[in-house]
């Protein structure tokens, strides 16, 4: 795919990934429609890409809630007459032990809100951009690309059970999309970082985040920006479908 001119809808692009996928696709001359719950976040994010010389919109929308999403995709396609390529970035986590015992006693639990909480953005929110997209650009009739950002994480990760189930989740459905879209010209993608510097770090402690990278072979964290460049070649290589770009640094969980 040519990006010059194209229409790249991103979920949660008001920072960290999903800024700089936005970012990305403005310096390749791309029109991008911002999705996010922030709307200050999503303010500087159309900044930062209008300043490529490219036309941003900003859609404040929560992409558990199936008419937001709807309604969103229906005013971006108004909005543009286009709908080129879908990005299901937006993503939560709620991390704890399944169950955490001290002395033989179970002391704490994943609790179900924790579960669904991630589940709903992770797994439902992708599964939401991905359906009314593909049924978008089916009308529209001009093909179309839909990536959606998993995790290293899908592999398994302590602490993660909802994360990590949700991040294979991702990878699974990306497959079954690239069966089910191909007939329509619409290709899959799906993009597993791993430890990435986005605004989550601000939360952590030194000692962890030093542990973290100490665990990646390359002994550095990934940047934003390279994250952005795997969503930009599976979006203009016109034979990638249904796989997933592991961007980790030689990490494997």
Same mark, same amino acid.
């Given at each position: 795919?040519?990006?010059?001119?194209?229409?790249?809808?991103?979920?949660?692009?008001?920072?960290?990934?999903?800024?700089?996928?936005?970012?990305?696709?403005?310096?390749?001359?791309?029109?991008?429609?911002?999705?996010?719950?922030?709307?200050?976040?999503?303010?500087?994010?159309?900044?930062?890409?209008?300043?490529?010389?490219?036309?941003?919109?900003?859609?404040?929308?929560?992409?558990?809630?199936?008419?937001?999403?709807?309604?969103?995709?229906?005013?971006?396609?108004?909005?543009?007459?286009?709908?080129?390529?879908?990005?299901?970035?937006?993503?939560?986590?709620?991390?704890?032990?399944?169950?955490?015992?001290?002395?033989?006693?179970?002391?704490?639990?994943?609790?179900?809100?924790?579960? *669904? %909480? $991630?589940?709903? #953005?992770? !797994?439902?929110?992708?599964?939401?951009? /991905?359906?009314? &997209?593909? @049924?978008?650009?089916?009308?529209?009739?001009?093909?179309?690309?839909?990536?959606?950002?998993?995790?290293?994480?899908?592999?398994?990760?302590?602490?993660?059970?909802?994360?990590?189930?949700?991040?294979?989740?991702?990878?699974?459905?990306?497959?079954?999309?690239?069966?089910?879209?191909?007939?329509?010209?619409?290709?899959?993608?799906?993009?597993?970082?791993?430890?990435?510097?986005?605004?989550?770090?601000?939360?952590?402690?030194?000692?962890?985040?030093? *542990? %973290? $990278?100490?665990? #990646?072979? !390359?002994?550095?964290?990934?940047?934003? /920006?390279?994250? &952005?460049? @795997?969503?930009?070649?599976?979006?203009?290589?016109?034979?990638?479908?249904?796989?997933?770009?592991?961007?980790?640094?030689?990490?494997?969980?």
């Amino acid at each position: 795919m040519q990006l010059d001119g194209k229409l790249v809808a991103i979920t949660g692009s008001g920072r960290g990934i999903g800024r700089a996928m936005a970012q990305a696709f403005a310096n390749k001359r791309a029109n991008v429609a911002l999705i996010d719950l922030n709307s200050d976040d999503l303010a500087k994010s159309k900044e930062l890409c209008e300043a490529a010389g490219v036309r941003a919109a900003t859609y404040v929308c929560n992409v558990t809630n199936e008419q937001e999403i709807e309604a969103t995709l229906d005013r971006i396609v108004q909005d543009f007459g286009r709908l080129d390529v879908m990005i299901n970035n937006a993503g939560v986590t709620k991390d704890a032990l399944l169950v955490k015992a001290q002395d033989g006693k179970v002391v704490s639990k994943m609790s179900l809100d924790q579960w *669904r %909480a $991630v589940l709903d #953005v992770n !797994l439902t929110g992708v599964f939401l951009g /991905a359906r009314e &997209a593909a @049924a978008r650009m089916i009308a529209l009739g001009n093909g179309g690309v839909i990536i959606s950002t998993s995790s290293i994480s899908r592999a398994g990760n302590m602490g993660q059970s909802n994360y990590s189930a949700t991040k294979a989740g991702v990878v699974a459905m990306n497959v079954v999309w690239a069966k089910e879209l191909a007939r329509y010209g619409i290709r899959t993608g799906a993009i597993a970082p791993g430890f990435t510097r986005t605004e989550i770090l601000d939360t952590m402690k030194p000692e962890m985040i030093e *542990r %973290a $990278v100490s665990a #990646v072979p !390359l002994r550095r964290m990934a940047e934003p /920006a390279e994250m &952005a460049h @795997a969503a930009i070649f599976i979006a203009e290589n016109d034979y990638f479908s249904g796989r997933v770009i592991e961007v980790d640094g030689g990490q494997r969980l």
